[in-house]
């Protein structure tokens, strides 16, 4: 993604640990510049506490909103305002919302039929239907690893249940690092995941840029990230697969690009 893209973050305070804060904005600025950073919630609610000192720190631009009744979201309402008017004020290339709540389905889907780039970042826990309507959505416990760790002294709130959520996802999925500890139909599920990716972007020779499969992976299924299955690069998740193999082609500038393709089955001959 180029730098010059504007990106805008909105943040569900609500429903999101202040303490991934870093982590969250370190993911977004893959995408861009970080133009607008905004941080929606009702600021009076003491559970908000903790988000008070990151807003000045990371430059997050507070918006307040009152919940005006119990049980309503007015906060919701609030972002997918401000969403729709940086929309149509046409400052913005790429949205970033980070939330675990499905109530941004809608929005996901209809900043994308404006041609604008939509990425979520939320817990396991977030409904598939927000997942899928973003162009990519990646998970805040593959973010913020061993620091969910909840601290035995931490306060009951909804950050706090947010957090401890997170954290036994990330207990859940931690996978270990080496093929020989992956169960058979780990390995199997992985490969049924890449070898169509493979196909469909592969050339005349079965050789496919990486980049096209990797691509082609997020296109088609927006909650896939190499890093929930333990590998920091899709490069090397492809190389630990017996059933593809990787090449480097030069590109004539001194550089080189990588290359998968389904491994060739040799046989041995019989007499």
């Known amino acids: 993604m180029s730098d010059t893209e504007r990106v805008a973050v909105l943040i569900d305070c609500d429903n999101m640990s202040h303490r991934w804060v870093r982590e969250i904005l370190a993911e977004t600025a893959k995408h861009g ?25 990371y430059a997050i631009q507070p918006v307040q909103q009152f919940a005006y009744t119990v049980g309503k979201n007015a906060t919701d309402f609030s972002l997918v305002i401000d969403a729709m008017d940086l929309l149509y004020a046409g400052t913005v290339d790429t949205f970033c919302i980070v939330s675990s709540d499905s109530d941004f389905t809608r929005l996901a ?3 994308r039929e404006s041609g604008k780039r939509v990425f979520g970042i939320g817990a396991h826990k977030t409904p598939p239907a927000f997942q899928n309507a973003c162009d990519q959505f990646t998970y805040v416990e593959v973010l913020v690893g061993a620091d969910a760790n909840a601290e035995a002294d931490r306060p009951a709130s909804k950050a706090a249940a947010a957090t401890a959520t997170a954290t036994k996802a990330v207990k859940k999925v931690a996978p ?3 093929t020989a500890t992956r169960s058979t139909s780990q390995v199997q599920q992985l490969t049924d995941l890449l070898l169509p990716a493979v196909e469909a972007n592969a050339k005349d020779d079965g050789w496919a840029a990486l980049s096209a499969v990797g691509s082609y992976l ?5 909650t896939f990230d190499s890093r929930n299955y ?4 899709l490069s090397t998740l492809v190389a630990d697969l017996p059933r593809l193999e990787v ?8 550089l080189s690009t990588l290359h998968v393709r389904e491994a060739v089955r040799r046989s041995r001959s019989r007499r």
Do not use: F
Request: charged content about 25%; proline content about 6%.
């Open 247 to 254: 090449q480097e082609v030069p590109t004539g500038t001194g």
């Open 230 to 233: 333990g590998y920091s690069k």
């Open 33 to 57: 510049t970080l133009g607008i950073k905004r941080g929606y919630g009702d600021w009076t609610d003491s559970h908000l506490e903790g988000w008070r000192d990151k807003l000045p720190t």
């Open 176 to 178: 270990a690092k080496k």
């Open 218 to 222: 997020v296109n088609t299924n927006p």
């Open 109 to 111: 889907m209809r900043l």
